[in-house]
C-alpha cells in the first residue's frame, strides 16, 4: 500500500474514532451559543419594553390613554383583591397595595402591570417575560 493511501486511511481512522466526539462538542457549543444569545435577545427586548413605557410614564398617561395605545386591558382596582392575591405573586401584590388601580396586558410573550394613582394617572409598572 502506498505512503498516501496509507495516509489517508489513517486520517479516516481518526476521523471515524475522534469525529463522533468532535461533532458532539460542537453541538454542544453551538447549542449553548444559541442558548445565550436566545438570553441576551430576551433581556434586550424587555429593556426595550420598558425604555417605551418610562417614556409614557415621563408623559403622564391616564387610563384612557394607555387603553387608546394598547387597546382593552384588565383592569383591577381595590375591589378585585382577591382576585390579584390569587393570581399573581408577592411583588405584584405589593405594587398594587400601594395604587389604587392596575391594567394587566398580555401581549406576545410579554405582561405588563400599569399602576395608576387616584386621578387615573399611570405612575408605575412592571414587565415580564411569560
Known amino acids: 500500500m502506498s505512503r498516501t493511501k496509507k495516509f489517508f ?22 447549542s449553548f451559543g444559541f442558548w445565550l444569545y436566545g438570553q441576551f435577545l ?18 403622564g398617561a391616564t387610563i384612557s390613554e ?7 386591558g384588565l383592569y383591577f382596582d381595590f375591589s378585585s383583591r382577591n382576585e390579584v392575591e390569587k393570581t399573581w405573586d408577592q411583588q405584584i401584590m405589593t405594587k398594587f397595595n400601594q395604587y389604587p388601580s392596575m391594567l394587566f396586558y398580555t ?16 405612575i408605575d409598572f412592571e414587565v415580564r417575560h411569560s
Open 107 to 122: 401581549i406576545g410573550d410579554f405582561h405588563y402591570f400599569i399602576f395608576f394613582d387616584q386621578k387615573g394617572k399611570m
Open 9 to 30: 486511511l489513517r486520517v479516516w481512522q481518526f476521523i471515524s474514532i475522534f469525529g463522533f466526539f468532535f461533532g458532539l462538542l460542537f453541538g454542544v457549543i453551538f
Open 66 to 72: 394607555i387603553k387608546k395605545i394598547f387597546g382593552e
Open 42 to 59: 430576551q433581556k434586550e427586548v424587555i429593556f426595550q419594553h420598558k425604555l417605551v413605557l418610562t417614556r409614557i410614564l415621563k408623559e
